[in-house]
Structures are given as C-alpha cells and as structure tokens.
C-alpha cells in the first residue's frame, strides 16, 4: 500500500471542465504535476503546498518533451488525462510511467465508445498492464426528456463530478449520460 509520501499524481488536459477533479485528487495527493499548453497559468490547487505541486505548459502531441517530464517526475500513483487525438504512443507512454496499483484515468469523448473504437483499442492495449488499475469516462450525452426537446451534451459539472467518483472509485468502464441510440447525440 501507497504511504502518503509515494501519492504522485499527474494532470493532463485537467485545466478546463476537469478542474474540480484535478482539485480533488491535489488534496490526496503528495506531489502533482500537471500539463496543459497553458498551465503555469491556471491557479494551483487551493490549499496545497507549493512544494507539492508543479505545472508545465506542454503541447502534449510533442511526445518527447512529455516524455521528460514524465521521467522527471514520474512514476504516478494516480494519471487523469483528457487527450482529445488519439495519441496512441502518448497514452502507452503515460501507461509506462505509471506505478504499481497505480490507477490511471483516461476521459475519452463520445466517438470513442463505438464499436472498434479508441476506448476498445485502449481496453485491448491495456491489457499488456495487468499490474495497473485502468478507468475509462466516455463522455456521452443526455437524452432528450420533458423538459428539452433534443439532446444535448454533458456540463462541465456532469463531467467533473464523474470524473471525481473514478478518482475514488475506479472502475474499467464508465459512460456519463448515454451513447446509445449513437444517432440520437446532438447535432
Ligand atoms: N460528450 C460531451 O458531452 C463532451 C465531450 C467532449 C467535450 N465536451 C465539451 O466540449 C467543450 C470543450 O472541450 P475541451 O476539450 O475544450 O475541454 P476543456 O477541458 O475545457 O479543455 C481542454 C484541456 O486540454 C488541454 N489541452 C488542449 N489541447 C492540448 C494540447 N495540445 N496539449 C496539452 N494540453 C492541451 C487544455 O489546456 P490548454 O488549453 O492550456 O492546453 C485543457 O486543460 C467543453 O465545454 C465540454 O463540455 C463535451
């Protein structure tokens, strides 16, 4: 089991809807970093030490220069990443920076959850990492109901509470809202 001074936690693409999640896993972890194009200028986490937490502004298709910073601060006891290509080395390479037990998170949008799709190659792939607990969040949308008479996409809010429930409760596959019937997503 993990003691405080090994819960390293890496951020990627957390900056935007993410934030409330990036919030929660900072109050349990003992060291963060978090990547973004733009993250030295999101406020850090309240609350936390300075010493614990560390951005760097990062396009992430620049794999090598993620690369050093997962070297440098790796390996993770926790990963939450919204990666919208599908980066395929990217994620192996975040996978192989992770610790033993370690959990990683990977948000996915709706596409993903087609048959064949990102979400099944990752399961596949993920596989190859039996010593890993693996969470995926497919973004879907809501229904059309009473009061809406289409259907819309999730809010930030639906998003980053699903996502703060993966981070305390892992599980192998998690679809916020629908993605069935795939024809009735918004337009
Ligand atoms: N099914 C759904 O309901 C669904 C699915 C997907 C999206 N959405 C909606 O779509 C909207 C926009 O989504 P969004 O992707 O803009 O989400 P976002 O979470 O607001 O922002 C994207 C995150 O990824 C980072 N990022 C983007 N490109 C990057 C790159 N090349 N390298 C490193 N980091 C990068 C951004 O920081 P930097 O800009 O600093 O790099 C930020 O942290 C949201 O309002 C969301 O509600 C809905």
Redesign the pocket.
């Given at each position: 089991m993990d003691t405080p001074k090994d819960c390293r936690s890496l951020m990627?693409?957390?900056?935007?809807?993410?934030t409330p999640a990036l919030h929660h896993a900072a109050a349990q972890a003992t060291h963060m970093l978090n990547?973004?194009?733009?993250?030295t200028q999101f406020t850090p986490p309240p609350g936390v030490p300075k010493e614990t937490y560390e951005a760097h502004d990062?396009?992430?298709?620049n794999v090598k220069a993620v690369e050093q910073l997962l070297n440098a601060h790796g390996p993770f006891t926790t990963a939450l990443t919204?990666i919208?290509p599908k980066a395929l080395p990217l994620r192996d390479l975040i996978a192989n920076h992770m610790r033993p037990q370690g959990h990683l998170i990977e948000v996915m949008?709706?596409a993903a959850s087609r048959p064949g799709a990102l979400a099944d190659q990752r399961r596949a792939t993920m596989a190859a990492f039996p010593n890993i607990t693996y969470s995926q969040l497919i973004?879907?949308?809501m229904p059309k109901d009473e009061t809406s008479p289409t259907s819309r996409?999730?809010?930030?809010d639906e998003?980053a509470t699903a996502a703060c429930a993966i981070l305390d409760t892992p599980a192998p596959r998690t679809i916020v809202g629908h993605v069935e019937p795939w024809e009735a997503r918004p337009q």
């Open positions: 990627i693409g957390a900056t935007g809807m993410l990547l973004a194009r733009h993250a990062v396009d992430y298709e919204w919208q949008g709706s973004l879907g949308f996409w999730l809010t930030h998003i």
